[in-house]
């Protein structure tokens, strides 16, 4: 092949850039599970996305309370520049409040999550004070409001604590226990076919014909999309064949939201993805000035929004990141679509052309006091899968960049922010 022929990014300005693609995207989501939603109890929401504000019905917490154990005082009794003597009577422990209301000269022994007993304003930590019997003596210097958690400091009624759309970690579940909600109302997972093409893609497991290679995406494609929270049909592998390649995307449109294929969309002649959904439905192709990656299909086949990812592993895997992900997570109903990259020292020097935006395989190392550097794996071939595995993401070289140095700060795309 010849050099020219070869470089495909001679036409620059016939290329659609990653925030032109996004952009559009962006503006074309509708999201599909609108109207699809369902009620379920906390402990099955996490990874969900949520399709109703909650909105807290009380204070958390919902009295003022303890941040330690020893002693509710008023802070009106306390001498100011010496030692105080206060007498104790009774305790109040966590679930076991103290019923009764406090005289002047006395303290309460309290632990944490103790609520406060009515007329203390102040604890003192245990091992702050002496105690003899039924008395403690508190060294002088205890603020006012000391050791005290007032009611509602973490949440107030009528706080709005989860948006709508929001897509529910862990510690969201916890949130909304603690304003009391049991149920949340969800929308419900979005629905994804995944699809492999090519006719030398073989089931790992089964045994390796002469000429083929494993299927690899698949495997990468289901996982990513059910940790999005949606539900995935592995579809299997289509044929380089025309008709099969119909087939199986019409049949998959009727349950589907989704459609998603990876290979067969570039201009060789076995790549017949392209020409199924251009004659199902509506196919978009979109040269993206991206490395790796470029090909990326977007359409519509029947009711079902259609992706199609490069066949190459490591540009499979970046283009669903990038760009599948946001229309994955947007169609399913949430809000909040783009990663946060980060900042980080590159252990490396770069050349790359002008005009295409760039992802490198990276680790992270400590270097010294420093923050983290990327250090790149080598070689960076998209179809290296060691690649994806040891390293700890992307590096986002921008379009206009031209060459980076080493101890540059560079963009980094960790995988933990989007592959799980
Ligand atoms: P294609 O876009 O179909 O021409 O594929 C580009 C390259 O990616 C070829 O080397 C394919 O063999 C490879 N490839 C395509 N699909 C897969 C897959 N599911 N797993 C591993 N490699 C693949
Ligand atoms: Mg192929």
Redesign the pocket.
């Known amino acids: 092949m010849n050099q020219l022929a070869d470089d495909c990014f001679n036409q620059v300005d016939d290329l659609m850039s990653t925030a032109e693609a996004l952009a559009i995207l962006r503006q074309r989501i509708v999201a599909v599970t609108q109207d699809r939603l369902e009620q379920l109890p906390l402990a099955q929401a996490l990874g969900r996305i949520l399709a109703q504000d909650v909105t807290s019905v009380l204070d958390v917490p919902p009295h003022d309370n303890s941040a330690v154990d020893g002693y509710a005082l008023r802070h009106d009794d306390l001498v100011v520049d010496g030692p105080s003597r206060l007498t104790v009577l009774g305790r109040s422990a966590a679930g076991h409040p103290h019923d009764g209301r406090l005289e002047t000269g006395q303290a309460v022994r309290i632990f944490t999550g103790a609520v406060m007993p009515e007329g203390t304003d102040s604890v003192v930590m245990q091992e702050d004070v002496a105690r003899t019997e039924d008395h403690i003596t508190i060294p002088p210097g205890l603020a006012l409001g000391a050791n005290r958690r007032h009611r509602g400091e973490d949440t107030r009624r009528g706080d709005v604590v989860l948006g709508r759309g929001r897509r529910l970690r862990p510690q969201d579940l916890g949130l909304a226990a603690s304003v009391g909600q049991g149920q949340l109302n969800l929308y419900r997972p979005l629905r994804v076919a995944v699809f492999?093409?090519?006719d030398?893609?073989a089931e790992p497991g089964a045994e390796l014909p002469a000429g083929a290679?494993?299927?690899?995406?698949?495997y990468i494609l289901v996982a990513l999309i059910t940790a999005l929270g949606a539900k995935v049909s592995d579809l299997g592998i289509l044929p380089d064949d025309a008709d099969a390649v119909r087939a199986g995307l019409v049949a998959a449109a009727a349950g589907h939201d989704l459609l998603l294929t990876?290979?067969?969309?570039?201009v060789?002649d076995e790549?017949h993805v392209r020409g199924a959904v251009e004659a199902l439905g509506h196919l978009h192709f979109w040269r993206l000035a991206i490395k790796p990656g470029r090909p990326l299909a977007l359409g519509q086949v029947g009711n079902a929004a259609f992706v199609g990812l490069?066949?190459?592993?490591v540009a499979a895997m970046v283009c669903f990141l990038r760009f599948a992900r946001p229309l994955i997570l947007g169609l399913a109903g949430a809000v909040d679509l783009d990663p946060v990259l980060y900042r980080v020292t590159s252990d490396f020097d770069y050349e790359k052309k002008p005009g295409r935006r760039e992802w490198l395989r990276a680790r992270l190392e400590r270097q010294g006091g420093t923050g983290p550097s990327a250090v790149l794996f080598r070689p960076q071939g998209s179809?290296i899968i060691n690649s994806l595995v040891q390293t700890h993401g992307l590096v986002e070289i921008a379009e206009d960049v031209t060459r980076v140095k080493a101890g540059e700060l560079v963009d980094f795309l960790p995988f933990d922010e989007v592959a799980s």
């Open positions: 492999s093409t090519g030398e893609l290679i494993y299927d690899a995406n698949r990876s290979g067969g969309v570039s060789g790549d490069p066949g190459n592993p179809g």
